[in-house]
């Protein structure tokens, strides 16, 4: 059992968790993942690792809440334990050689692209970081992502906080502005992943991309999460998470991520029952 | 006098219709007066054909002349001696083409059923055994094991019995390898697995799930720094092959390991009172025809597919899964097309399956393996509609501990590179056995190898 020694509600669909786990919190690096699995008839999901402290031995999530297990995973507080938490997994981010990184986040890519950032930032990389949120209420971690980087650029959807605009719109003004990046890293929403991949990709900056698809053990034993990358198929368990995003076939990955569409539906509904004893 | 009956008793097994609909088990076992029966069939050769005949080497004749005699409990002690999973493999192994293929009786009419027998004896034993094992004198040595499969279970349990202090790593969160994620209830209860796991776990043996070496630790951490004066691999052969046609990443189509494991390890027959979540079509094709291959038809017919295909590129002769198991999905309805190859999976405007193109195959000149290459039929090809489409082509060895595990010598596909007689690497102090070493095999073989690796840590370690 993994218990959880901390828990932060960052707003109203995004959680922050520190889960006691001695052995991953000493072996992991940013861009690799967890797989958990809350209870014995709970799903097994991935989980990028958002953060850990080596001493205290606590490995941070951070998760938004979209499907029956996220909730069901939001449900639990400080004090619950989680029944399986695998880890470290998948193969660490590489960062050698980059001077000058763009940083995009967008959604709940934010919270995974911040130990990027600060990786890159501690590294002393000069590290732009754009996120993106949907108002200005949803901001979260502002104040670590100020630390994580040189300049942060905080986007809105609908400009409440005085930035109007995608976290793309912003990558944008920076290239149109002449500013030279060694590397994009791109982590949040497949669309804007790809968007963020389109605009570089002609401009020839190498551009690092997430993948976070659909697991079941995430060991490489599936092939659920096999994705095509520069024509050929990779898992994105174990050759990934991380891919050169100009090569991967984005419209695939979007395609195979609603393969379970309507069942996901459905355990929602399950989920809306438990909380409501069926009253909707 | 022996039993000069023809043919082995029959199992006693729910109806195909039956249970083409539910996951209970399809053999329902013999009785106690099947077993005897059948268990007078032997003939007690001298040479003892059978015993050389099985991987761990069973005394066959010894304990089915206890049967014969009724003496259940005494004759699950004499295959326990050397099987540590007799309910397993009394209902896995491909006795076929082991103890049964040497039996004087199959010369003329059908061989004993050993393999019937031997699981009555070890489920009697498991419902009236009340015996808890002795757990041995510990000898102050460690031993890690990496993977709890049957290669494992049975290394930990050998090494366990001579004192050593045994920890099985698991990736996984439950322990039994392919026992819980390949293989189906309906074939193997779950349940039962449990039981059998348990009786390693009584002899002292520590499982530790969720722990992926080469990942969350790698296997020189574990000699170097944990204290283990040794290592076992039996992490099996757990990566999934696909045939690389266009068509592969639509959705709809599973690798049998996701397919089976979706199903049995995460229950997703019982979606959504338990959350993993499955689809299965109208129309299903499982290409391939090994066990793998069979069971996930019959996994699809049970999931409510009207039509599950067996799409494989040779012939029934060459089908390589187990007698039986051809025989049970035949009856269960899965329509075997032969001679038939995958040439591309075609997509709706989604993404999602529509159909499979296919060719006709023809039998040409033995290929390396000895059987008959199949050839395709120049402008033979057509289109099957499917919903769903499982690859149960064979599986390759995950590379997460050979990557992570400097000097560990590998076959270029990925086999461990361990001799055969004891499973030593080119590691010093790390053996291994299985699917790890010979690809996609056999439980019982798995276990041979686990078995003949704990004798050779044994002497290893004692002659340090």
Same mark, same amino acid.
């Given at each position: 059992m993994f218990p959880i020694v901390k828990k932060r509600v960052l707003n109203p669909t995004v959680t922050y968790m520190e889960i006691l786990a001695p052995h991953i919190a000493k072996k992991a690096k940013p861009g690799q993942f967890i797989m958990l699995r809350i209870n014995e008839d709970g799903e097994r999901i991935p989980l990028t690792i958002a953060g850990y402290d080596r001493e205290a031995g606590t490995?941070? $999530? $951070?998760?938004?809440k979209v499907?029956?297990?996220?909730?069901?995973?939001?449900?639990?507080?400080?004090g619950d334990s989680l029944l399986d938490f695998v880890g470290p997994l998948g193969v660490p981010s590489e960062f050698e050689g980059l001077k000058k990184v763009c940083v995009v986040g967008g959604g709940l890519g934010v919270a995974i692209a911040y130990p990027q950032a600060k990786a890159l930032h501690d590294m002393g990389v000069e590290v732009d970081f754009i996120v993106g949120f949907k108002n200005k209420d949803l901001i979260i971690l502002e104040e670590e992502f100020t630390n994580a980087c040189t300049n942060l650029f905080v986007m809105t959807d609908d400009g409440s906080n005085g930035h109007k605009g995608f976290v793309t719109a912003a990558l944008e003004e920076q290239l149109n502005a002449g500013v030279k990046y060694d590397a994009v890293i791109a982590i949040g929403p497949l669309i804007m992943m790809k968007v963020v991949c389109d605009m570089t990709r002609d401009k020839g900056i190498k551009t690092i991309v997430s993948m976070n698809p659909i697991m079941v053990d995430g060991t490489g034993m599936c092939g659920c999460c096999r994705l095509t990358v520069d024509g050929q198929t990779r898992f994105a368990c174990v050759d990934?998470?991380?891919?050169?995003?100009?090569?991967?076939?984005?419209?695939?990955v979007i395609a195979r991520s609603r393969m379970y569409r309507d069942e996901e539906a459905e355990s929602m509904k399950k989920h809306e029952c438990r909380l409501t004893g069926g009253v909707r | 006098m022996a039993n000069m009956r023809l043919d082995k008793n029959p199992m006693p097994e729910q109806e195909p219709n039956v249970r083409n609909k539910n996951f209970k088990e399809v053999a329902l076992g013999y009785t106690a007066e099947m077993a005897i029966d059948e268990a007078k069939r032997c003939l007690n050769c001298k040479n003892q054909p059978c015993v050389s005949g099985c991987p761990v080497n069973v005394r066959i004749p010894e304990f089915l002349s206890l049967v014969a005699e009724g003496k259940f409990l005494e004759a699950a002690e004499v295959v326990k001696s050397t099987n540590s999973l007799p309910a397993i493999c009394g209902r896995v192994c491909p006795q076929e083409t082991q103890c049964e293929k040497f039996c004087i009786r199959g010369k003329k009419g059908e061989p004993v059923g050993i393999g019937r027998i031997e699981r009555f004896v070890a489920d009697y034993a498991m419902a009236n055994s009340k015996e808890q094992p002795q757990v041995p004198a510990k000898n102050g040595h460690k031993v890690a094991v990496i993977g709890s499969g049957p290669a494992g279970l049975?290394?930990?349990?050998?090494?366990?019995?001579?004192?050593?202090? =045994?920890?099985?790593?698991?990736?996984?969160h439950t322990a039994g390898g392919v026992l819980v994620y390949g293989i189906p209830e309906f074939r193997l209860p779950k349940a039962l697995v449990r039981e059998e796991i348990a009786t390693v776990e009584a002899l002292g043996v520590k499982i530790i799930p969720d722990m992926v070496i080469g990942k969350c630790i790698t296997l020189d951490e574990l000699l170097d720094e944990e204290g283990f004066e040794a290592a076992f691999i039996g992490?099996?052969?757990?990566?999934?092959?696909?045939?690389?046609? #266009?068509?592969?990443?639509? @959705?709809?189509?599973?690798?049998?390991?996701?397919f089976l494991t979706r199903i049995n390890l995460m229950k997703a027959y019982d979606f959504p009172n338990h959350d993993t979540p499955i689809k299965v079509g109208k129309t299903v094709a499982v290409i391939g025809g090994g066990n793998v291959a069979m069971d996930a038809a019959r996994c699809a017919k049970r999931m409510g597919a009207e039509t599950v295909y067996i799409v494989y590129r040779r012939s029934d002769a060459e089908l390589p899964a187990r007698a039986e198991e051809v025989h049970h999905a035949k009856e269960e309805g899965i329509i075997f097309k032969m001679l038939t190859n995958p040439t591309k999976i075609l997509g709706d405007e989604e993404g999602r399956v529509r159909a499979m193109e296919v060719i006709? @195959?023809?039998?040409?000149?033995?290929?390396?393996?000895?059987?008959?290459? #199949?050839?395709?039929?120049?402008?033979?090809?057509?289109? @099957?509609? =499917?919903?769903? =489409?499982? =690859?149960?082509?064979?599986?390759s060895p995950n590379p997460l501990i050979k990557s992570t595990t400097p000097g560990l010598e590998t076959q270029k596909w990925g086999g461990i590179i361990a001799d055969e007689e004891t499973g030593k690497?080119?590691?010093?102090?790390?053996?291994?056995?299985g699917d790890a070493v010979t690809g996609a095999a056999t439980v019982i073989l798995a276990m041979g190898a686990g078995k003949k690796a704990a004798a050779a840590i044994d002497e290893y370690i004692q002659n340090k």
């Open positions: 490995v941070t $999530i $951070i998760f938004q499907g029956y297990t996220t909730y069901a995973l939001d449900d639990l507080n400080e990934g998470p991380d891919f050169d995003g100009h090569l991967v076939d984005f419209d695939e | 049975t290394c930990a349990g050998d090494l366990a019995k001579k004192g050593y202090d =045994v920890t099985i790593f698991e990736a996984l992490s099996g052969a757990g990566l999934p092959n696909f045939q690389k046609i #266009p068509g592969e990443n639509l @959705m709809g189509v599973y690798s049998a390991n996701e006709e @195959m023809e039998l040409g000149e033995p290929d390396d393996s000895g059987r008959r290459r #199949p050839v395709p039929k120049a402008g033979s090809e057509y289109e @099957m509609e =499917v919903q769903t =489409v499982v =690859v149960g082509i064979g599986t690497t080119s590691r010093e102090g790390v053996y291994a056995g």
